[in-house]
């Protein structure tokens, strides 16, 4: 018996052993578990939206009320109000209206005197703290003296004046232009200016296209002083081999020439002083003395036609139209001349100097606005508002093209127009500072009154000049 109850016990031991075993093993299977029970998600947005207050729609800002004031702007020329007559004319007319309204202001252009009375109208009423208008319109040579005199507002402070707002003239903002202050601005478009006109018929008999001219100016690097000189040897012409020139390469006045080759060289006759705040003479300056040089130099060359003896006025513009030369340096103003000459004729660009700031350029003239400165800044801040808005274009002619028309009947050919007279009108030129002194005259620098550049260096036209140009502006100053 006790034998078969150890042979039990030693089963039983056995039989836990094996189970344990089997219990340990089933520790590794994997145990299947019940999947989470994943809650629907809600979208709660909508109700977030509609619960959350909405976004509020910007009151837009009210128009700027000017109070009803009456802005006057001043000339010497207007004789009354004309009646629209062109649809942008009546837009225009019914658009300024609205802003007078919307704004609440007044605006009126009134003659205040002659153009000889001008300047000191508006000087003596700006000294005694009345000045006649917010706004004056100024011929360049009524600038100089309250420029100099401290009676310009320097609008440049002004709130509602962008200097490199696109309705301003640039070459108006460029001369008027003293430091870091903008003293006068304009809306007006520039005019054609100082060009070249050429004869296409001679050119074609000397063996060259007769729109040659247009070609080079396409490229300012291909239209220099250079190409007019290499020019100028194929059109001075002796068809008789008598000695004598027929026809010359150039035809002008000598002062015409100087300035249009000053200026292409980028040089001017007088420069601004930021230090001292005055203008000086520049005629001593290089790139100003080659541009007197390149004159000289052609003349002497024979290239330039000289005066005739009893030469009448403007005898060059005469000389051009009957055919006695090739090229004619003149303003575009001397083209009525031209209208009944036999010979097709083109209008270019006086080519481009080698001075460092050359430029393919014409020079400008044209009216000027100022404030005087003896308005309040916020009178003087209201006018320049409302002016910015009465010169602006009417909705719906923003992007208008310029009327070019009239150029079109004055000219025999449309790339004189797109070609030279369009950007032209589009600032590619400069205004000089000439006229910011009194009495200073382009005269001398082509020895007007000397007998033009025959029988004289550049050198001695530029000390004459000079001699003259610092007398009168040391007397401008003097006070």
Known sequence: MKKLNKIGFVFALLLIFSLTLGACGKKDEPVDKPEPTTAPVVDNQSDKEEDADPTPTPTPEPPRDLGGITIKVA???????????????????????????????????????????YSELFITSTMS??????????????TPEPLKQGLLYPISDLPS???????????????????????????ENNSPGLG????????????????????????????????????????????????ITDVYAITCWSVEFSKAAVFSNGSDYVRFNSETGRYENNQMADDYLEGIKFGVDLFNKGYMQDAPEGAEHKWWVGAFASGQAAMMVGEWYEH????????????????????????????????????????????????????????????????????????????????????????????????????????????????????????????????????????????????
């Open 336 to 479: 009525p001349s031209l209208q009944d000459m036999e010979d097709d004729w083109g209008y270019c660009f006086f080519p481009k100097g080698p001075g460092p700031n050359a430029k393919m350029q014409t020079m400008f003239l044209g009216n000027i606005r100022v404030v005087p400165n003896t308005l309040d800044a916020q009178r003087a801040d209201d006018a320049m508002f409302a002016y910015s808005k009465w010169i602006s274009a009417p909705p719906g002619y923003e992007d208008d093209d310029e009327d070019y028309s009239y150029y079109y009947t004055k000219v025999r050919d449309s790339r004189a127009v797109e070609e030279t007279i369009i950007p032209m009108i589009k600032g590619q030129g400069m205004r000089s500072l000439v006229y910011q002194v009194p009495g200073l005259s382009f005269r001398w620098g082509g020895n007007m009154d000397g007998g033009g550049y025959a029988g004289i260096s550049a050198i001695e036209i530029a000390e004459e000049a000079s001699a003259q140009y610092d007398a009168i502006i040391n007397d401008f100053y003097a006070d």
């Open 75 to 117: 000339d010497w020329y207007t004789t009354g109000t004309s009646e629209p007559t062109t649809a942008r004319e009546i837009d225009q007319q019914a658009y300024r209206e609205e802003l007078q309204e919307i704004h609440n202001f007044t605006l009126v252009q009134e003659n205040i005197g002659t153009w000889n009375e």
């Open 129 to 142: 703290g009345t000045p006649l208008a917010d706004i004056f319109i100024m011929d360049p040579k009524f």
């Open 196 to 243: 070249v006109f050429w004869n296409k018929r001679i050119f074609e008999e000397a063996g060259l296209e007769p729109d040659l001219l247009y070609d080079y100016q396409q490229d300012e690097n291909l239209w220099t002083w250079d190409k007019m000189e290499e020019l100028c040897k194929q059109l001075t012409l002796d068809r008789d081999s008598d000695g």
């Open 161 to 187: 004046f962008d200097p490199k707002d696109e309705r301003w003239n640039q070459s108006v903002i460029e001369l008027m232009t003293q430091g870091d202050k903008v003293y006068g601005f304009s809306e």
